[in-house]
């Protein structure tokens, strides 16, 4: 399998990327140690790609989960607040990544995911 670069939830297509830098994952630099985002608005899940690859699957299941949350209307009023969904997110990303690649039904390619390279911002 390779590493995915689109998705398709709920009929709308998100663009995969997947960045060396750390601090490239969080776009407006809220934060320096983000593993990854998801911006529903530009449907764009950003992966920090120097992880292992348990790292890289579990944080990208971690924000498609967010983008199906985010999409569904039904979804969000079974958890009972934002740290619910949070907490429940990354339990169930961690899980199912875990399961996944020990079974072996995602097998990813030894080279890693493909590099997508993005100006950064330094503030002065």
């Keep these: 399998m390779k590493y995915p670069t689109e998705i398709t939830i709920r009929g709308y297509t998100y663009?995969?990327?997947?960045?060396?830098?750390?601090?490239?994952?969080d776009r407006d630099f809220e934060s320096d140690d983000y593993?990854?985002?998801?911006?529903?608005?530009?449907?764009?899940?950003?992966?920090?790609?120097?992880?292992?690859?348990?790292?890289?699957?579990?944080?990208?299941?971690?924000?498609?989960?967010?983008?199906?949350?985010?999409?569904?209307?039904?979804?969000?009023?079974?958890?009972?607040?934002?740290?619910?969904?949070e907490l429940f997110i990354s339990a169930f990303a961690d899980e199912l990544a875990e399961i996944l690649l020990e079974n072996k039904l995602v097998v990813f390619p030894k080279q890693g995911p493909p590099i997508t390279t993005r100006i950064v911002r330094t503030s002065k």
């Design 15 to 25: 663009r995969i990327e997947y960045v060396e830098n750390q601090r490239e994952v």
């Design 35 to 85: 593993l990854g985002t998801c911006c529903s608005w530009t449907q764009v899940v950003r992966v920090f790609a120097k992880q292992s690859q348990l790292g890289i699957l579990s944080t990208l299941i971690h924000e498609l989960l967010h983008a199906i949350f985010r999409k569904s209307k039904m979804l969000p009023t079974a958890l009972k607040s934002k740290a619910m969904e």
